[in-house]
Nanobody, 121 residues
Framework: QLQLVESGGGLVQPGGSLRLSCTASGSTYDYFAIGWFRQAPGKEREGVSCISKSEQSTNYADFVKGRFTISRDNAKNTVYLQMNDLESEDTAVYFC??????????????WGHGTQVTVSS
């Protein structure tokens, strides 16, 4: 069983930055790609980014390209999402998940409980 815990969310002004962390526990962490998703009130959960288990492959949704960067430190069982130039539209609960690297939530087997990101002045 794999457990995922997100952290690093908070309130930030437009144009600001946050770094989210997703820390995994469980011996099978290295077997999985890790993805980040987000869900705003009244909207579907959408894929933001993912990184393969070997770190050789990453994928980003068009709406975050050039602003967000995903990385992973397998020695720490942690995946990071660096978010720069944040916009009010980025306000959402952010979730990490373990599975296959894609932006489709159906490709993931394990989910964290999420961390709130609010972008507001």
């Amino acid at each position: 069983q794999l457990q995922l815990v997100e952290s690093g969310g908070g309130l930030v002004q437009p144009g600001g930055s946050l770094r989210l962390s997703c820390t995994a526990s469980g011996s099978t962490y290295d077997y999985f790609a890790i993805g980040w998703f987000r869900q705003a009130p009244g909207k579907e959960r959408e894929g933001v980014s993912c990184i393969s288990k070997s770190e050789q492959s990453t994928n980003y949704a068009d709406f975050v390209k050039g602003r967000f960067t995903i990385s992973r430190d397998n020695a720490k069982n942690t995946v990071y999402l660096q978010m720069n130039d944040l916009e009010s539209e980025d306000t959402a609960v952010y979730f990490c998940a373990a599975g296959w690297c894609s932006l489709n939530k159906a490709d993931y087997d394990y989910w964290g409980h999420g961390t709130q990101v609010t972008v507001s002045s």
